[in-house]
């Protein structure tokens, strides 16, 4: 069955760019700028003057970006990094790929961020940094865990793959703490035409060794200072990148929409309860996610009903396979637990219209109350 609703329409947004796009492109083949050059430069200095920024280093995805981002703060092998357990395992894969370990906690109830409470209760004499994650669109409640990281002298590096464009009470994500990595696959809501990332920063220093390591450890042809590895932003993405970034703000603003029309679709349905935005947040709602039970079942109706719908994320990351021998165990976070069994992501995007709400909304009510 073709789908009445897709769970994500990338193809709108894309014709929105094509053209800008395929000029930028021509004009690489004709110049054969490919890696670096003045596309990556120039979306570099739009992103960072976005965000609110001294430095942005365009690279080659968000996983490299989180990487990149812990090692240039100076997290080394057997050091901590304190982090969710709800997120995609990239906050926690890239600590790995150091050598370093992930120490999981547990989220508020309301919003599924890192619970600031559950953080200084992990803090050991290990502990580097703090690892808090944008999820969802809305940023992590940086006012309280600023204060324990300067408490405890930890670095706070934010994993804002999710959260371009937005803002919380402490000021916008992305530059809310030391540093910080984004990810701009396809499917966020600045996506390029496959993968990219960047790291960003006020501090000049982790700036240039972020783009040292990005370059193989290298700032001049063939002296290598580190061992690097090789994670630079292409061209061609930074070109879809620009394009997107300037209608960015629109988009979000039609997400914001969406989102409003959703709470009051969804008003009144027993058996569903709907996202909330922490105070003083400017939610981008990247993605819109409701908690049902019987999620599976209420997932196969919709997609037998040809609505496309998503699960963020189905396994905290402290039960996946890959983390079982730090030796975590079902029931230590009860809360991110808990909601993985009930989360449902719903279609989310700019150019989502108010009749594919209609349709979506009818057939999840259909779907609870049967």
Do not use: C
């Not at 995609?88 to 120490?103: C, D, M, N, Y």
């Not at 292409?234 to 970034?245: I, S, Y």
């Not at 009051?264 to 003083?280: A, F, H, N, S, W």
């Not at 909601?339 to 999840?364: C, K, N, W, Y």
């Amino acid at each position: 069955m073709s789908a009445k609703v897709p769970f994500l329409d990338l193809a709108a947004q894309q014709a929105e760019v094509a053209d800008e796009v395929l000029r930028g492109w021509k004009t690489q083949l004709e110049t054969a700028a490919f890696v670096g050059g003045p596309e990556v430069s120039a979306f570099e200095r739009e992103y960072a003057e976005y965000i609110g920024v001294q430095h942005v280093v365009g690279v080659s995805n968000g996983t490299d970006a989180l990487e990149l981002a812990y090692r240039a703060v100076g997290v080394r092998a057997g050091d901590e990094i304190i982090m969710p357990a709800n997120t995609f395992i990239a906050t926690a894969e890239a600590a790995s790929r150091l050598g370093a370990v992930p120490v999981f906690v547990d989220v508020d109830d309301d919003h599924l961020l890192i619970d600031p409470g559950a953080i200084e209760a992990a803090i050991t004499e290990r502990t580097r940094a703090i690892a808090p994650v944008h999820l969802f669109g809305q940023t992590a409640p940086m006012e309280h865990i600023t204060p324990i990281a300067q408490k405890h002298d930890l670095v706070v590096i934010e994993d804002a793959a999710q959260s371009q464009g937005a803002s919380g009470p402490a000021g916008r994500a992305g530059a809310l703490g030391r540093v910080a990595a984004t990810s701009f696959y396809p499917g966020k809501n600045l996506g390029a035409a496959g993968d990219a990332g960047a790291v960003m920063t006020d501090d000049p220093a982790i700036a240039d060794i972020v783009r040292n390591l990005g370059g193989h450890g290298s700032s001049v042809k063939y002296v290598h200072d580190r061992v690097g590895m090789n994670a630079r932003l292409d061209a061609v993405q930074a070109t879809v990148l620009r394009a997107k970034l300037r209608r960015l703000d629109g988009w979000n603003a039609a997400r914001r929409a969406a989102a409003a029309r959703y709470a009051e679709l969804l008003t009144g349905i027993d058996g569903i309860r709907t996202p909330e935005v922490r105070p003083g947040n400017d939610d981008v709602w990247h993605l819109y996610v409701v908690r049902v039970e019987e999620r599976d079942r209420v997932m196969a109706d919709l997609g037998d009903a040809g609505i496309g719908v998503g699960i963020h994320y189905p396994t905290p990351v402290h039960l996946t396979a890959a983390y079982q021998g730090l030796g975590y165990r079902q029931g230590q976070f009860p809360v991110a637990e808990a909601a993985a069994q009930r989360i449902l992501s719903l279609p989310m995007f700019p150019h989502l219209t108010e009749e594919q709400q209609t349709t979506v909304v009818s057939g999840i009510a259909a779907s609870v109350r049967s």
